[in-house]
């Protein structure tokens, strides 16, 4: 596999389910960041990390976790999430020696009942 | 602080018109700016990249920009649309050296009509 992969592509939770997302990069990067597209909104970065450590948090709600095991792997813990969480949300990673360019992946298109 | 305004929300188009999509920033420092593009049910890809040198960027699928930093524009343009250049296009800027943190406009619909 190549690029930037997510999955699942699509998932439907309840309010009070437990679920994750996957990103994995495949592009021997060191950055990876968690953006959150929702309809009618500009696209918000959510969290970095650089080399497995977390550098932001942009006033994320704590019902969104994420877990960086490795520079290759990007986890998003969801709990106790609202109807208006549901999003697409992309998982993207970059160089840090030469941070020029995102690459995206496919994204994971969240609903919540 | 960066912020992008995408001028547009829908730009409707005939096949083969040209087309421009407008962008405007504002920041206190340099910056990279970049127009990606969205398909249906797809992640974002980058069409093209301004990080310094000539003004004018060309990218993928026979896209362009300029960069005007007097104006803080960095409009997107095609000479000729095709059918399959339907989707939403995104500018974003970043920081110097910080090509993963972006920040983006609302979008622009371009739609592409026979």
């Known amino acids: 596999e190549t690029g930037v992969t997510q999955t699942p592509r699509h998932l439907v939770m309840g309010m009070t389910n437990k679920k994750s997302l996957k990103c994995e990069q495949h592009l021997g990067h060191n950055a990876m960041y968690w953006y959150k597209q929702s309809a009618k909104k500009p696209l918000e970065l959510m969290f970095v990390y650089n080399f497995k450590e977390q550098t932001e948090n942009n006033s994320v709600p704590s019902r969104f976790s994420p877990e960086c095991p490795n520079s290759s792997h990007l986890f998003l813990h969801l709990h106790t999430l609202q109807p208006e969480d549901s999003a697409l949300y992309l998982c993207?990673?970059?160089?840090?020696?030469?941070?020029?360019?995102?690459?995206f992946g496919q994204g994971t298109r969240l609903t919540v009942v | 602080a960066q912020s992008v305004t995408q001028l547009d929300s829908q730009v409707p188009v005939f096949e083969e018109a040209p087309v421009e999509l407008r962008c405007n920033y504002s920041?206190?420092?340099?910056?990279?700016l970049f127009w990606y593009v969205q398909y249906p049910n797809q992640g974002l890809q980058l069409l093209l990249k301004y990080l310094s040198g000539s003004t004018l960027v060309k990218g993928i699928n026979g896209f362009e920009a300029e960069f005007n930093k007097s104006q803080t524009s960095f409009h997107l343009r095609k000479p000729s649309v095709h059918i399959s250049d339907t989707a939403e296009y995104f500018c974003a800027v970043s920081e110097y050296n910080q090509g993963g943190k972006l920040i983006f406009g609302q979008g622009t619909e371009l739609s592409v009509k026979p």
């Open positions: 993207a990673s970059s160089s840090l020696v030469v941070n020029t360019e995102a690459f």
């Open positions: 920041s206190s420092v340099s910056v990279y």
